[in-house]
């Protein structure tokens, strides 16, 4: 049964500690949504989370075991989005959604119509990327969310450019994911609803868990 | 031995073993270079061929020595810095480029002035004044690499890896010019065992071998010291340091 | 005399000489450089442990 | 295992499209490639036989220079709109991804930049021995220099100016220079590239084993 562990997390960023003693753990099933200001280091935690930052202190742990020392079967359960879409605008959408397939380990599946579908970009194929607008390009960032074997989501604003409509969207994605036992981090300052998904929180700034 | 790294890795203790070594070694450093200098440019006589002009020697082949010495002291600490992340080996490698790239410097402007009356020239491209140049450009960029980040943790990891494929890429470079020089002389010293030249004036290019990497230690371990300061200066032994 | 052939180098004096004045030069200039790096390190440490002192005060 | 080499296809053949897609990149450096070697001629006269002893050398340092320019864009967009975090944190070795990005870059410039040197031997009217040995030499210098540079461009993406990225490179390459221009002189009066040649190829193979990896871990670093 996967877990992951914080422990006495501390994140030092321009000499500025910007919290400390940050502790949790996640089973399956698990939703958490960190809050704060800006610059309260809702997207350092994040990114701590994934491995892609150390920590100044603290450990982290998934299945028991360091992410660091053991990142090669970490990095196969994660998933990390941060705030930039890894979209190329000079390839078509069907290139961008290939290419997502493909580093999330999912090949099998060739026919995208209906991921297409289900994130809003329906008929779109040939289009280039570079023709979206920021909310579609968003969408189709997050279609890697619908191509992918992890069980751990680590994402960055995800609701970021999207109107209501995609956020229904997005939320829906996310609580499928939790009832199949996924487990997923986000920030966001914005309000969420989740359907009375139970949702724990965290909110940065105050130091207070 | 991991735990006895680790302890030597801890700033707290490096600074006060420093401290302490520190005034031995400047002790050392100073009675080998008065030794030294009295060996080479008193003691021991001319060179039957190039006259006095040879005694520049005991200032260059140090020089170039330690050039390549403060080299492998960076990637040595580099490798550290990547494998066990200890500090002090960033500290280490951040307070030796700037003394290596002197000894860079002195090993090709002392070498051009020895080469105006043995050459007749300046600069000739000889094999190992070449790849010293290449040296020093070497050293050059890791400096510029490394102060180019703000972030020194980052810093020190980036020039580690910078430093690690330079010291790979040494053998090359000089091994590639050598190929390519017609006009070198041959290492003068290359095997102890065998000196080609004579021990009056062998001892005292060791005394001023060994003076130099005195100087070196000291000063690298007097910048090890600034670093320590500067990043553990919210400790408490560090503000205890401060109030005296 | 003897200080006069000593200084003179059989002739390469020039050369000897300027080889060891720019070493001096350079590796006291090492020195000097990080004494005065020191000095500011702790300079600036200092001040701001005063600040921080006096806020807390 | 093979979804590991599926995902260097993929990248491979990505990487391919979007240099197809953007050309301006490698068109650009192969353009600065072909006007420093015109430049050459144009300011040591026209002396023929002057011309055709320097202008195997004159190739080389602008291969050089134009290498350098053209790296800077290997991992450039990768790094502004996010994909180099994906491709890190991804399920597949990091290593391979960046290989095949760098044989990539050196299909889209490396041969290109090979095929223009032979024309601009054959415009020169130079040997044929002496073409060969530029072939030979760009055939196993260019990939090194793709192998080591793509290490320097990520450790100096996104810092101040490019000139550091030259900085970094040009000490570094200074050994594959060096063997190519001693295999183009021998060439040049009928002597054998053999030795000259396995170095070459050994510092090749010294280049492929490393780059690839100390590229990934400098690509881990300049994340963090």
């Known amino acids: 049964m996967p877990q992951f562990n914080i422990n006495n997390l501390e994140c030092v960023r321009h000499n500025n500690i910007l919290f400390s003693d940050l502790t949790f753990t996640m089973k399956d099933g698990d939703l958490l949504q960190i809050d704060g200001t800006n610059g309260s280091g809702k997207s350092s935690l994040l990114q701590i989370c994934s491995g892609l930052i150390r920590p100044s202190k603290g450990t982290i742990e998934w299945n028991n075991e360091d992410i660091y020392e053991y990142h090669n079967s970490f990095h196969k359960d994660t998933l990390y989005l941060g705030h930039k879409n890894a979209i190329k605008s000079s390839l078509t959408i069907k290139e961008n959604i290939q290419f997502i397939s493909a580093l999330g380990g999912v090949i099998e599946n060739q026919d995208y119509t209906e991921i297409l579908n289900t994130v809003g970009l329906s008929d779109t194929e040939e289009l280039y990327a570079g023709n979206l607008s920021a909310g579609q390009q968003r969408r189709l960032s997050l279609s890697r969310l619908l191509m992918t074997r992890s069980k751990l989501w680590l994402l960055d604003e995800p609701f970021n450019a999207l109107d209501k409509h995609g956020k229904r969207m997005v939320e829906n994605i996310i609580i499928n994911h939790c009832n199949i036992g996924g487990i997923v981090i986000f920030t966001t300052h914005q309000e969420m609803e989740f359907n009375q998904y139970p949702l724990k929180s965290i909110h940065l700034g105050n130091n207070n868990v | 031995m991991y735990k006895w790294i680790h302890q030597f890795g801890s700033p707290k203790y490096f600074y006060n073993i420093s401290l302490v070594l520190s005034k031995w070694i400047a002790f050392v450093c100073i009675a080998c270079f008065i030794a030294g200098l009295y060996g080479g440019l008193v003691l021991a006589p001319a060179d039957y061929q190039q006259g006095d002009s040879y005694r520049i020697i005991y200032i260059h082949v140090p020089a170039s020595w330690m050039s390549l010495f403060v080299y492998l002291v960076l990637a040595t600490s580099g490798a550290i810095t990547l494998i066990w992340r200890i500090k002090i080996a960033d500290f280490v490698a951040r307070a030796s480029a700037p003394i290596g790239a002197s000894f860079t410097f002195l090993a090709l402007t002392t070498g051009a002035i020895w080469g105006k009356p043995m050459w007749g020239t300046y600069w000739v491209w000889d094999a190992r004044l070449t790849s010293e140049l290449i040296l020093l450009f070497l050293y050059l960029g890791y400096i510029a690499l490394q102060s180019s980040f703000n972030d020194k943790r980052i810093a020190a990891r980036a020039g580690a890896i910078?430093?690690?494929?330079?010291?790979?890429?040494?053998?090359?470079?000089?091994?590639?010019?050598?190929?390519?020089s017609t006009l070198h002389q041959g290492p003068t010293i290359s095997k102890l065992d065998t000196p080609s030249i004579h021990?009056?004036?062998?001892?005292?290019?060791?005394?001023?071998?060994?003076?130099?990497?005195?100087?070196?230690?000291?000063?690298?371990?007097?910048g090890v010291r600034n670093e320590i300061i500067e990043s553990e200066y919210n400790t408490a032994w560090v503000k205890k340091l401060l109030d005296n | 005399m003897m200080l006069n052939d000593f200084f003179y180098m059989g002739g390469y004096g020039i050369y000897v000489w300027s080889a060891y004045a720019i070493t001096a030069i350079v590796l006291i200039f090492n020195l000097i450089l990080i004494k005065k790096k020191e000095k500011k390190i702790l300079y600036n440490l200092r001040k701001l442990k005063k600040i921080k002192d006096n806020n807390e005060a | 295992m093979s979804e590991s080499i599926n995902i260097f296809f993929v990248m491979l053949k990505r990487d391919l499209i979007l240099a197809m897609r953007d050309k301006t990149d490698f068109i650009n450096s192969l353009i600065f490639f072909i006007i420093i070697i015109v430049l050459f001629p144009l300011t040591f006269g026209s002396d023929a036989k002057l011309i055709n002893e320097l202008i195997p050398g004159v190739i080389w340092i602008s291969a050089l220079l134009a290498t350098c320019l053209s790296l800077e864009s290997i991992f450039r967009s990768d790094f502004e709109d996010g994909t180099i975090e994906q491709i890190t944190l991804s399920r597949y070795p990091l290593t391979l991804i960046v290989s095949a990005k760098i044989i990539a870059h050196w299909l889209t410039f490396g041969i290109p930049l090979i095929i223009i040197s032979?024309?601009?031997?054959?415009?020169?009217?130079?040997?044929?021995?002496?073409?060969?040995?530029?072939?030979?030499?760009?055939?196993?210098?260019?990939?090194?220099?793709?192998?080591?540079?793509?290490?320097?461009?990520?450790?100096?993406?996104?810092?101040?100016?490019?000139?550091?990225?030259?900085?970094?490179?040009?000490?570094?390459s200074m050994p594959v220079l060096i063997f190519s221009i001693l295999a183009v002189n021998n060439a040049s009066i009928n002597q054998s590239i053999i030795a000259e040649t396995y170095f070459l190829g050994g510092i090749l193979l010294l280049a492929i084993s490393l780059a690839p990896i100390a590229a990934s871990a400098a690509l881990r670093i300049r994340l963090s």
Do not use: C, Q
């Not at chain 2, 005394?207 to 000063?219: E, G, Q």
């Not at chain 4, 044929?128 to 530029?134: E, S």
């Open chain 4, 118 to 172: 032979i024309l601009m031997g054959l415009i020169f009217s130079l040997p044929v021995d002496v073409i060969l040995a530029l072939f030979i030499t760009l055939l196993l210098g260019t990939p090194t220099l793709s192998l080591f540079g793509s290490v320097m461009v990520v450790l100096t993406i996104g810092l101040r100016g490019s000139m550091l990225l030259s900085l970094l490179i040009l000490p570094l």
């Open chain 2, 199 to 222: 021990y009056s004036m062998l001892i005292p290019l060791l005394l001023m071998l060994a003076a130099y990497k005195t100087f070196y230690i000291y000063v690298a371990l007097m």
């Open chain 2, 162 to 180: 910078l430093a690690l494929i330079g010291v790979i890429n040494i053998p090359i470079i000089h091994y590639s010019v050598e190929w390519w």
